[in-house]
């Protein structure tokens, strides 16, 4: 019989991969907790008709990509296809406004959609997100756009650029909406099927449709910054302003849209050069009326989600694995060293060292090499004649320099333990 594979679309991520995952979180991590945002993890399915009040119907996502089933109790449940939808859920559900104030929210995890699989597109993938809950002000969506920015900064990644669009309030868009519906509907027989039909449904999204032919039609259409309110204008002058004033840099692109009718104002997308099809990075913009649509109380939001996969393919072509190797590699032979190895492994560890037994009991040169292939920086041999004097052997692993210790020599001497360190 033939061994079963994983399914088509999903990944696993192994041993060797995953120190660029969590090198990841834990940057991220650490730049979020700087700006007081909250973790919250959220179910991975939910009740189908959340995701289609929370994206939308007319949506790819909905219409085409959802992981949605009956279970036994013959529930309508869904595989989450994205993280604003649950997480605004949980915000009404829990009350979290009753706290006043905004909340700051992110998350990491899997998501499913279908979709047909290649470099950068699964059907299990993983985003890391923000919400930022509670707020109208301009500022909002600067301190999310930051948070991205400074993310990717941090992680090295270079050559990226932050393409910013409005799409304005809902009287904006509809007057634009007739816009671009009066210059399209002449092109209308050489659109993709796709966008023939949102002509009608949900002609924003046509903006964003990768056909080659449907591209080129929409160079000329009508600008939805011609389009904006004197509010909208604003917000989105107050946004500019601000970004320039922390020297990010940015791009105005009106095709850009998120073409929902809760979705406000600002939106943005974080490109690559190098990830060819699948460009983005990072997509995000403001919410204003998701809040409301999904039950709550009128409330101003805006958040993002980065694509993690993406993100890790242009982190592994830009540098070498972040080190998931041992500070220290300790090989013994017999009884008592063997023992005596395990008891200094421990005492090493609880003073933040990263080691690794060797618990093979071959031969010290088989031993060796694999202290070698370890990456660790140094190697303690404890063999009979050390464990009679209560000595060790240790070996700094990049000069081949060998000399002999007390234990107690190399637990106290911090210098030593600073320099057995791998450097994060
Ligand atoms: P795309 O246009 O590439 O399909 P999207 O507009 O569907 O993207 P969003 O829903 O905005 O994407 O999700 C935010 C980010 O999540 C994307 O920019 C991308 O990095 C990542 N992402 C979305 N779908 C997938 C997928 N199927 N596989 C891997 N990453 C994905
Ligand atoms: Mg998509």
Known sequence: MGAIQASRGTRDILPTEVGYWQYVEDIARDILHRSVYREIRSPIFETTSLFERGIGEATDVVGKEMYTFADRGDRSLTLR??????????????????????????????????????????????????????????????????????????????????????????????????????????????????????????????????????????????????????????????????????????????????????????????QSEDLGAQATVCGGGRYDGLVKELGGPETGAVGWAIGLERLILLLQQGRTSPSLAPDIYIVSKGDKPESEALLLAQKLRHHGLKVELDLSGSAFGKQFKRADRSGAKACIIIGDSESQNGTLQWKWLDTGEQITLSREEVLSDREFMQRARHKV
């Open 81 to 270: 296809p994205e993280g604003t939808a649950g997480v605004v859920r949980a915000y009404i559900e829990h009350n979290l406004a009753s706290t006043g104030g905004v909340q700051r929210l992110w998350y990491t995890g899997p998501m499913f959609r279908y979709e047909r699989p290649q470099a950068g597109r699964q059907r299990q993938f993983h985003q890391l997100g923000v919400e930022l809950i509670g707020s109208y002000d301009p500022r909002g969506d600067v301190e999310v756009i930051a948070l991205a920015h400074d993310i990717l900064k941090a992680l090295g990644l270079e050559k990226l650029t932050l393409y910013l669009n409005s799409v304005g309030n809902t009287g904006d868009r509809q007057r634009y909406r007739e816009a671009l519906i009066h210059y399209l509907t002449p092109y209308k027989e050489d659109l993709d099927p796709d966008s023939q039909d949102r002509l009608t449904r949900n002609p924003l999204r046509i903006l964003d449709s990768k056909d080659p032919k449907t591209q080129e039609i929409c160079q000329n259409a009508p600008s939805i910054l011609n389009h904006l309110g004197d509010a909208s204008q604003k917000h989105f002058d107050g946004v500019q302003s601000l970004l320039t004033g922390l020297g990010i840099y940015y791009q105005l692109n009106p095709c850009l849209v998120r073409g929902l009718d809760y979705y406000t104002h600002t939106a943005f997308e974080i």
